[in-house]
């Protein structure tokens, strides 16, 4: 579903190269419910957004559903990152001026669907986060975990094949943590294939598989730990 070997990437001035990825390895199989655990600079935030196709790479491979993605234009990635891809993000990043349903809806009418089919789904995504009777109101009139319910909605009115989700929970209470947590689950239980990064390690415990970054690279949690000795993520890395 989704795999990255030996990927790295590399941010670079005048005088020096920084390392956010070196020998990036992962492989998540279709239908996993992964958690992305490590220390803050550890290189989760932009393995994410290399997953989502919003970053390139400077090397290695990344397939995404069995498409490998370096070659890819511009377009070509804007159509895989709309037709495969759901993002939950922390801060929910709804239009405070769009109602829910449009909010919702936005993202859909960029693949050129039909009406009738976007209300469908809209309407669906919506019941199936239990915020059908809210599709009018505006993001201001609900509550953090309700806007976040309805970013899960928009992420699944899509119907990706891959789930991404930053810090989900991170600017929710305890109690709304928990009912997003469970609609995760509850998602992941029907089949779909999830990654979340977050830095709570009771969340963390709840996925099917947790891998952990340091310094750029990934230490399986599911196996033997693999530490290493080169200079961190975010590390200068000497003169050009």
């Not at 989502?52 to 370096?70: A, K, M, P, Q, R």
């Amino acid at each position: 579903m989704l795999k990255m070997t030996h990927l790295s990437k590399v941010y670079r001035t005048e005088v020096v190269e920084t390392y956010a990825l070196r020998d990036f390895n992962i492989d998540v199989k279709e239908g996993e419910f992964v958690a992305v655990t490590g220390p803050s600079g550890s290189g989760k935030t932009t393995f994410l957004t290399i997953a989502g196709l919003l970053e390139t790479f400077s090397g290695g491979e990344y397939h995404l559903d069995g498409i490998e993605v370096s070659n890819l234009n511009d377009n070509a990635r804007s159509k895989i990152r709309n037709e495969k891809i759901g993002f939950i993000f922390q801060a929910f990043n709804l239009i405070p001026d769009l109602s829910v349903f449009d909010n919702i809806e936005v993202p859909l009418r960029y693949r050129g669907m039909k009406s009738a089919e976007r209300k469908q789904r809209i309407m669906d995504s919506l019941e199936r986060v239990g915020l059908a009777s809210r599709a009018k109101h505006y993001p201001a009139e609900l509550s953090g975990g309700q806007q976040q319910r309805v970013a899960i909605a928009r992420a699944l009115a899509g119907s990706p094949r891959l789930l991404l989700a930053d810090e989900p929970t991170g600017n929710l209470d305890t109690q709304m943590a928990r009912g997003v947590m469970e609609l995760l689950e509850e998602i992941h239980r029907d089949g779909a294939t999830i990654v979340m990064v977050t830095h709570d390690p009771e969340l963390a415990a709840r996925a099917q598989r947790n891998v952990h970054i340091i310094d750029g690279q990934v230490v399986d949690l599911a196996e033997e730990p693999r530490f290493h000795t080169h200079a961190g993520a975010g590390a200068s890395q000497g003169q050009l």
